[in-house]
């Protein structure tokens, strides 16, 4: 492991510069917190000048340690990309573990979610920005291996000045199979209660459709200008079970955020709406890709501006699941060469995430292991093709989505079995 450790000593940073640029931490320069430990803002001083910086400062209580610190480090310094956030250096010194980052003005997207300075336009180009962020982590290129975030929210998208979409919050992600006869991995579930596929939350099956699932749940908090869960009148009421049931009677817009409806265009609705909900599916051959995500998007925004994009061409899966996109994008042979073997389809070794609850709202916040389970899974997940048909059903039915969905409290009862009664925690090869 320290052979691996040492392809990094170009980024580590003194912990007596940290101390001076956050003024050894203090309160004044916290400006958020999560799973990981609080996050702090100071300038470095650089060849270039000043840069400002955000620090995010280890705490052990909450769970996460040294195997989440490297797994960030190694993998913001492999994939980079104009919608992934900059990682600057980091400290491993003196029992304190601090990352540093690029500081992202504006902060995270869930605090704008029901902001008015946030049009439509605006609003989609953060959702294209999101996904190809994303979709780029999703495409292994010539490799056999694709990144799997594993907790998409709209608490890690973060946004610069000029509402720039950056994902956020690498250290529960996993390399996951691609170009592979298996191109799934099963793992101990991890990520944020309310965005997470309640089918790995049921099976522990993980692919790249679990993080589909969740970017699914971000496109309607951003339509909606609402966090996927909320209390009204003292009674939770979640989002998902919300669209579950407007969305097939072509009643989306009944739940649309109230300042964006003006001005905007049905197509646009529609064909947001439509690629938003497929990734929803429980069937994982039918949510879409994220580079399908990224197309539909940006047809979304082209019908926004008056334009007439044409129809979607999805892409086609080949037999070993991988597909690809607009963009190709290949490791170099330098960074295959940090990838520590541990890390590659292995059984999940995380540690047990116990802490209490933090504010979801946090803009660094990291995902937690999910205590319970939603129930919006509970309504049916109706054929997203008949949405936008009056009165009349298609002559295609989903057998898994006709019926009533599972609850997915059953997912996290203590020792949680699978089909033949054997524990699963083993992955599958």
Not at 87 to 102: P, S, T, V, W
Not at 114 to 129: S, V
Not at 197 to 211: A, M, R, V
């Amino acid at each position: 492991m320290m052979h691996h450790i040492n392809k990094f000593e170009h980024l580590e940073i003194e912990l007596e510069t940290i101390k001076l640029a956050t003024n050894n931490f203090s309160d004044e320069n916290c400006i958020g917190g999560g799973g990981f430990g609080k996050v702090y803002k100071g300038e470095l001083l650089q060849q270039k000048g000043n840069k400002v910086v955000a620090f995010k400062r280890l705490d052990p209580k909450f769970g996460q340690g040294n195997p989440e610190f490297w797994k960030e480090i190694v993998m913001l310094s492999m994939y980079k990309h104009e919608n992934i956030v900059s990682l600057l250096g980091f400290c491993d010194k003196n029992d304190e573990k601090i990352l540093a980052y690029e500081y992202v003005s504006r902060r995270s997207l869930d605090s704008y979610l029901n902001d008015d300075d946030l049009t439509w336009i605006r609003r989609l180009q953060i959702c294209i920005g999101a996904a190809q962020g994303l979709a780029y982590l999703h495409n292994p290129g010539g490799t056999q291996q694709r990144v799997l975030h594993r907790d998409i929210k709209s608490s890690n998208i973060l946004l610069d000045e000029n509402w720039n979409a950056n994902i956020s919050d690498m250290g529960l992600s996993k390399f996951g199979p691609a170009n592979q006869q298996y191109t799934f991995l099963v793992s101990n579930t991890v990520g944020t209660l309310r965005y997470c596929d309640p089918l790995y939350i049921e099976t522990g099956l993980l692919t790249n459709e679990s993080d589909v699932y969740s970017f699914g749940v971000v496109l309607f908090e951003i339509l909606c200008g609402r966090l996927c869960m909320k209390t009204k009148n003292g009674v939770p009421e979640s989002l998902t079970s919300l669209v579950r049931h407007y969305y097939p009677q072509n009643k989306i817009s009944e739940i649309v955020y109230g300042n964006i409806k003006e001005g905007m265009n049905p197509k646009s609705l529609e064909t947001f709406a439509t690629i938003a909900y497929r990734c929803l599916k429980r069937d994982l051959e039918k949510r879409p890709l994220m580079n399908d995500v990224v197309s539909a998007l940006e047809n979304a925004l082209e019908y926004q501006h008056g334009g007439n994009p044409g129809p979607i061409i999805t892409k086609q899966r080949d037999p070993k699941g991988y597909t690809s996109g607009k963009r190709d994008y290949t490791l170099g042979e330098s960074a295959q060469a940090w990838i520590h073997p541990q890390w590659i389809m292995t059984p999940e070794s995380e540690s047990d995430y116990s802490e209490s609850e933090e504010d979801e709202s946090s803009s660094y916040m990291k995902g937690r292991k999910i205590p319970e389970s939603d129930e919006d899974n509970s309504d049916e997940d109706e054929d997203e093709s008949s949405s936008y048909k009056k009165g009349r059903k298609t002559p295609e039915s989903d057998e898994d989505d006709s019926e009533s969905e599972k609850d997915e409290s059953s997912s996290y009862k203590k020792g949680r079995k699978d089909k033949k009664g054997k524990k699963k925690s083993k992955q599958i090869s």
